[in-house]
């Protein structure tokens, strides 16, 4: 279970991160603050989001036998 959840909230939050950071460089170079989201807020809500998707891939993923 842990590993399902941190390798979820690692790599939805790594994307959250990069897009976050590097989109606003792209696309609004003027923008002194831009870099900021990345760090405050698409990095932490992806990572939160990631953990969340990696506890329900795990929930439907694991094996169900019976229960003695």
């Given amino acids: 279970m842990f590993a399902s959840i ?12 990069v897009a976050g950071f590097f989109g606003p460089i792209i696309f609004a170079p003027d923008a002194n603050q831009g ?3 990345g760090i405050f807020i698409t990095g932490p ?6 953990g969340i998707g990696g506890f329900v891939y795990w929930l439907r993923r694991r094996p169900v036998g019976p229960r003695s």
């Avoid at 941190?6 to 991160?17: K, T």
């Avoid at 809500?45 to 990631?50: E, M, N, Q, S, Y």
Wanted: without cysteine.
């Fill in 6 to 17: 941190a390798l979820g909230a690692i790599i939805v939050g790594a994307v959250g991160f």
């Fill in 35 to 37: 870099p900021m989201l």
């Fill in 45 to 50: 809500l992806g990572f939160l989001i990631g």
